[in-house]
């Protein structure tokens, strides 16, 4: 059995493409992930109450896995969002998700194909927990199990990445003091973003580069919280195809209390960009000057 949650897509999801933004997907997912764990009844608890209610808040992300498949736009229609569980473990389990639009004849088209890992967590002691025996129960009803895979890990070498300094805002920052899953995908952007700028820097405007993202993959090693001091996001060109390129970034605290000598790392990504020409919305190779500085990136990474 599959979840299904009807997502209204905002104006203000839009990015200057007139697409729905990467981020704004991983929030959609957000939305549909608390749809299913408030709306599934386990038929032993009592009346008015939910068995995986606790989880709703009690609940941090390991890891999300994001491909993009097709743009979306702005429209009166919402957007559906089916959501089930493909692994269950003792102290996480994961879901699988679908972005799409369903057609009269039955067919889809689908934006978004993701995962993500989740384990329930005790806030009050800051500690990890075992999934009790009814929240197994209420999930088991939406399990369709696929084989786990091993991913490479992200290794970024401080001295040669670049470095974009985020600051935390008041409002990325959820009820227990952490930075939500969501706005991480955000940072990641920001110096994705300013790295563009400082490879461009000085190529006439009219070679100005369209990108989109592929995958996106999230790794959460610690969480992040409200601070005056920014943490040190550092991006590094991984992989340069004829079309495309790989970028693999680290979040860490860089402060002198944090552990070993380029501080303590707190998330990593790694996200597959394809370059398109807005004319035929098809994959295109980047201007030769910025292929070439792109090179001379990924030789210094």
Partial sequence: MRHRYVCPVRWADLDLLGHVNNVRYVDYLQEARVDLLRAHRWSGTEAGEEATESLVDAIIVSRHEVTYRAPLLFGEQPVLIECWVTALRAGSFTLAYEVFHEQDDGSRVVYVEAS????????????????????????????????????????????RASHYPVQVRFSDVDVYR???????????????????????????????LQVVIAQADVDYLAPITLRAEPYDCRSQIAHVGRTSLVIESEIADASAAAAGPGGRALARARVVLVFFDPATNQPTEPPAEYRERLLHALGAA
């Avoid at 197994?136 to 939406?142: D, F, G, N, S």
């Avoid at 899953?181 to 820097?201: D, H, K, P, S």
Wanted: negative net charge; proline residues 8%; aromatic residues 10%.
């Fill in 178 to 208: 952490h930075v939500n899953n969501v706005v991480y995908f955000e940072y990641f952007q920001e110096a994705r973003i300013r790295m563009f700028m400082e490879l461009g820097r000085g190529m006439p405007r009219a070679t100005a």
């Fill in 116 to 159: 993500t890992v989740l384990a329930p967590y005790r806030f009050d002691t800051e500690s990890p927990r075992r999934l009790t025996a009814e929240e197994r129960a209420a999930l088991e009803v939406y399990l369709e199990p696929v084989p786990r895979e091993r991913h490479d890990r992200v290794v970024i070498d401080p001295e």
